[in-house]
């Protein structure tokens, strides 16, 4: 029978999970947001915003059906359990690595980054943490809670040295996160393209996961976040940043913090199914 496009899938993913180079997968979890709710939804309407965009891209000059994905869909949550949800989207992850493909999420709040990076720095424990967001993430914990969307980038050092996380854009948090960052990672307030390009040389083959909070761009891009912070970059600079990266060793990448139902126009979930396919295009 002749394929039929389905909503439910990322573009043109029609690879078996045998074939593919790349998974996609959703962790639809807002469990902890601490503002504005509905991230949630973001995987299923990025999905859906999908088929509004070319295969082919005028960035890249390469074409999507030309990439080997599959869409996965999305890991099913115990909603009100933190932990077991996370334990899930861990083990979904865990598989894809152990099966010698790129882990490609989609989420949810930016919390759901913390078990795909755990399960990619147990095969790559030199594992390289490239951060874009308007957010440190940097707290111990948010209101007494470890597990926040706000501690998101903290766990990760749980199991990665704080030297290996690079931040860009960011220009929101407490002078707790700043100082920390400052003294044991490597922070670069409100930029982006610029100090990544020379940075990209330096870290020649070494595994490099990826994690795009949509909030990086300014609200006028993506309004549709549950904490928009105004003074970002352009989804244009984004979109240069992926293609600045496209020769590096990239064993994991997400999108995240994209909430729907907070942009009527749904010019963010055409932005994070845009960036989605330019990923695809550089690092599958």
Same mark, same amino acid.
């Given at each position: 029978m002749e394929h039929l496009d389905r909503l439910d899938r990322f573009m043109s993913a029609q690879a078996s999970y045998a074939d593919a180079r790349a998974v996609l997968f959703g962790i639809p979890m807002d469990f902890t947001?601490?503002?504005?709710?509905?991230?949630?939804?973001?995987?299923g309407r990025i999905r859906e915003a999908s088929y509004?965009?070319?295969?082919?891209s005028f960035h890249q000059l390469a074409d999507l059906h030309d990439k080997a994905y599959h869409d996965l869909g999305d890991v099913p949550m115990v909603y009100g359990d933190v932990v077991r949800s996370l334990e899930r989207a861990k083990s979904v992850a865990?598989?894809?690595?152990?099966d010698g493909k790129i882990?490609?999420?989609?989420?949810?709040?930016?919390?759901?980054?913390?078990?795909?990076?755990?399960?990619?720095?147990? =095969?790559?424990?030199?594992l390289v943490?490239?951060?874009?967001d308007a957010h440190a993430d940097l707290r111990s914990d948010y209101t007494g809670n470890p597990l926040s969307h706000a501690t998101a980038m903290r766990r990760c050092l749980d199991v990665l040295p704080p030297r290996n996380l690079y931040q860009f854009g960011i220009r929101s948090?407490? =002078?707790?996160?700043?100082?920390?960052?400052?003294?044991?990672?490597?922070?670069?307030?409100?930029e982006v393209l610029a100090p990544l390009k020379k940075?990209?040389?330096s870290l020649g083959q070494r595994p490099v996961y990826i994690t795009i909070d949509i909030d990086v761009h300014d609200p006028a891009y993506a309004p549709g976040t549950g904490t928009p912070e105004p003074g970002g970059i352009s989804s244009r600079e984004m979109i240069e940043a992926i293609s600045a990266m496209a020769g590096l060793n990239v064993v994991g990448f997400d999108v995240v913090e994209v909430a729907p139902n907070l942009d009527e126009t749904d010019r963010t979930v055409v932005l994070g199914a845009l960036l989605i396919r330019e990923a695809l295009l550089a690092f599958a």
């Open positions: 947001t601490s503002y504005r709710p509905g991230t949630r939804f973001g995987p509004g965009i070319e295969d082919w865990c598989q894809i690595v152990a882990p490609f999420m989609m989420g949810g709040e930016h919390l759901v980054t913390v078990p795909v990076v755990h399960a990619v720095a147990e =095969k790559y424990p030199d943490l490239l951060q874009f948090g407490t =002078k707790e996160e700043y100082q920390y960052s400052r003294e044991h990672c490597h922070l670069y307030p409100h940075l990209v040389p």
